[in-house]
């Protein structure tokens, strides 16, 4: 199986030296990257290597383009001469405007097939960047954006897999499902990673709610085992950071700062004086911690306010925190919850509701939207909950009688840890199946069911 490594490994041991050129007269930064790898094992190859980049403040469309140097392009580029070594191109890529700042993973791997690969090797390369231009448009230099790329001390800015060809052949890629209301999701046969957004329901409002829930590999939640509300989030505390894991089992960092600092290296003014500050340096986004009240806002650079309630904080354990409002430019969601903590009700500030029942301390029924609900069943093995079916039911009639308008199933592998096996649409009888390996998705088959 392939086995990842990055810049922050030793096997093989990754050192990036870097030049940042700015041309002004075209409103351009290029990148110049020279890259050693030692302690390399002849008997892998690499299957794949990603750089990571770090996009901001993007005021127009942008292109990247990336080309391939050598030594003597690496040594001898300067701002006088930097274009007349620009021919080599690997690949362009369009990175659209945008208020957030942007992590772009730039696929590399063909410059490694250019070269032999021995214990200790080099390869130079040069990303460009510069503001797209339309059709109608000979040359652009208004426009403003930033291009860097992280620390590589403490961030993976190069992510890499190696195999073993004499006992393996090399896979890696994505492959996404839709299944209309039965399942969306992408699936990485390399790392096993199966994501399946199994419901998605919103109101018809001007500012809709939104209610998720997911299939993963990494948390369970108020559907049973490996599926998550969109709503369910947990933090492990520690005192220089606060790391915050999604629905999905993703983490997001974010590391204790002085205001002075973040304003003055990120340009971050917290809404309130009040509060321990803590920053995700990736995104700019910022959590204002107030443990006199058990209390965390998580503010994006869109300034939407997201605000949790805690119970406990000891440094290294995750604990659930509890989504209690979020707040945006148009609208405020609040989310109600019972003496246990669990979302009985989601609603804006004007009729729009979701309601959320339960039986057990699982999802019974959702409802929604004039007469609109989902009802949610369940198989119990070794006293774990696992979803079985969702029916979507209609009682806008005349005769107010219940219609189910559709139906998805779900089955899931005899032994633990359960994983999905099969989703499907109850009518058409058409889905997926799903094979692992050593416990991770290798194969995925469209399928008729019954057939």
Same mark, same amino acid.
């Given at each position: 199986?392939?086995?990842?490594?990055?810049?922050?490994?030793?096997?093989?041991?990754?050192?990036?030296?870097?030049?940042?050129?700015?041309?002004?007269?075209?409103?351009?930064?290029?990148?110049?990257?020279?890259?050693?790898?030692?302690?390399?094992?002849?008997?892998?190859?690499?299957?794949?290597?990603?750089?990571?980049?770090?996009?901001?403040?993007?005021?127009?469309?942008?292109?990247?383009?990336?080309?391939?140097?050598?030594?003597?392009?690496?040594?001898?580029?300067?701002?006088?001469?930097?274009?007349?070594?620009?021919?080599?191109?690997?690949?362009?890529?369009?990175?659209?405007?945008?208020?957030?700042?942007?992590?772009?993973?730039?696929?590399?791997?063909?410059?490694?097939?250019?070269?032999?690969?021995?214990?200790?090797?080099?390869?130079?390369?040069?990303?460009?960047?510069?503001?797209?231009?339309?059709?109608?448009?000979?040359?652009?230099?208004?426009?403003?954006?930033?291009?860097?790329?992280?620390?590589?001390?403490?961030?993976?800015?190069?992510?890499?897999?190696?195999?073993?060809?004499?006992?393996?052949?090399?896979?890696?890629?994505?492959?996404?499902?839709?299944?209309?209301?039965?399942?969306?999701?992408?699936?990485?046969?390399?790392?096993?990673?199966?994501?399946?957004?199994?419901?998605?329901?919103?109101?018809?409002?001007?500012?809709?709610?939104?209610?998720?829930?997911?299939?993963?590999?990494?948390?369970?939640?108020?559907?049973?085992?490996?599926?998550?509300?969109?709503?369910?989030?947990?933090?492990?505390?520690?005192?220089?950071?606060?790391?915050?894991?999604?629905?999905?089992?993703?983490?997001?960092?974010?590391?204790?700062?002085?205001?002075?600092?973040?304003?003055?290296?990120?340009?971050?003014?917290?809404?309130?004086?009040?509060?321990?500050?803590?920053?995700?340096?990736?995104?700019?986004?910022?959590?204002?911690?107030?443990?006199?009240? +058990?209390?965390?806002? @998580?503010?994006? $650079?869109?300034?939407? %306010? !997201?605000?949790?309630?805690?119970?406990? *904080? &000891?440094?290294? =354990?995750?604990?659930?925190?509890?989504?209690?409002?979020?707040?945006?430019?148009?609208?405020?969601?609040?989310?109600?919850?019972?003496?246990?903590?669990?979302?009985?009700?989601?609603?804006?500030?004007?009729?729009?509701?979701?309601?959320?029942?339960?039986?057990?301390?699982?999802?019974?029924?959702?409802?929604?939207?004039?007469?609109?609900?989902?009802?949610?069943? +369940?198989?119990?093995? @070794?006293?774990? $909950?696992?979803?079985? %079916? !969702?029916?979507?039911?209609?009682?806008? *009639? &005349?005769?107010? =009688?219940?219609?189910?308008?559709?139906?998805?199933?779900?089955?899931?592998?005899?032994?633990?840890?359960?994983?999905?096996?099969?989703?499907?649409?109850?009518?058409?009888?058409?889905?997926?199946?799903?094979?692992?390996?050593?416990?991770?998705?290798?194969?995925?088959?469209?399928?008729?069911?019954?057939?």
């Amino acid at each position: 199986m392939p086995i990842k490594f990055s810049n922050l490994n030793s096997s093989p041991k990754v050192s990036i030296t870097n030049k940042k050129i700015e041309l002004a007269s075209e409103n351009s930064i290029t990148q110049c990257f020279k890259i050693n790898f030692s302690n390399y094992d002849g008997q892998y190859s690499i299957g794949k290597i990603n750089f990571q980049v770090r996009l901001s403040e993007i005021s127009n469309d942008l292109l990247l383009t990336v080309y391939i140097l050598n030594a003597n392009n690496f040594n001898n580029i300067s701002s006088s001469n930097i274009n007349q070594y620009l021919s080599n191109k690997l690949s362009v890529i369009t990175v659209e405007k945008s208020d957030e700042a942007i992590l772009k993973n730039i696929d590399i791997i063909k410059i490694l097939n250019e070269i032999a690969l021995s214990s200790t090797f080099e390869i130079y390369f040069a990303i460009k960047c510069e503001i797209k231009k339309q059709d109608n448009q000979e040359n652009v230099t208004t426009g403003s954006f930033k291009f860097d790329f992280l620390d590589v001390a403490k961030n993976e800015v190069l992510v890499g897999e190696l195999y073993n060809p004499t006992k393996e052949s090399y896979l890696h890629r994505n492959i996404e499902q839709d299944i209309s209301f039965v399942g969306k999701g992408k699936f990485d046969l390399f790392n096993g990673n199966l994501k399946v957004q199994l419901l998605d329901i919103s109101t018809s409002s001007k500012e809709p709610i939104q209610l998720t829930a997911t299939y993963n590999e990494k948390r369970s939640g108020i559907f049973g085992e490996h599926i998550t509300a969109n709503f369910e989030y947990q933090a492990v505390f520690n005192p220089d950071y606060i790391e915050i894991i999604n629905s999905i089992g993703d983490s997001n960092y974010y590391l204790l700062m002085e205001r002075d600092k973040a304003l003055e290296k990120y340009k971050i003014t917290p809404f309130s004086t009040e509060g321990t500050l803590y920053v995700n340096i990736t995104d700019l986004s910022y959590i204002l911690l107030f443990s006199n009240k +058990y209390e965390m806002d @998580l503010v994006n $650079k869109k300034n939407y %306010k !997201i605000i949790f309630h805690y119970i406990g *904080n &000891t440094p290294n =354990k995750a604990y659930d925190i509890y989504l209690q409002q979020i707040e945006t430019d148009k609208t405020t969601i609040k989310y109600i919850r019972n003496s246990l903590n669990k979302v009985t009700e989601i609603k804006t500030n004007d009729i729009d509701s979701i309601k959320i029942t339960y039986e057990n301390g699982y999802v019974d029924k959702i409802s929604y939207d004039n007469l609109r609900y989902v009802k949610f069943s +369940y198989q119990i093995k @070794l006293s774990m $909950k696992l979803l079985t %079916k !969702i029916e979507y039911c209609d009682n806008n *009639n &005349t005769t107010h =009688k219940e219609i189910v308008q559709s139906v998805s199933c779900y089955e899931y592998n005899e032994n633990y840890p359960y994983q999905l096996l099969t989703a499907y649409d109850d009518t058409t009888k058409q889905g997926y199946m799903y094979g692992y390996t050593d416990g991770v998705v290798s194969k995925i088959t469209n399928i008729l069911k019954g057939t």
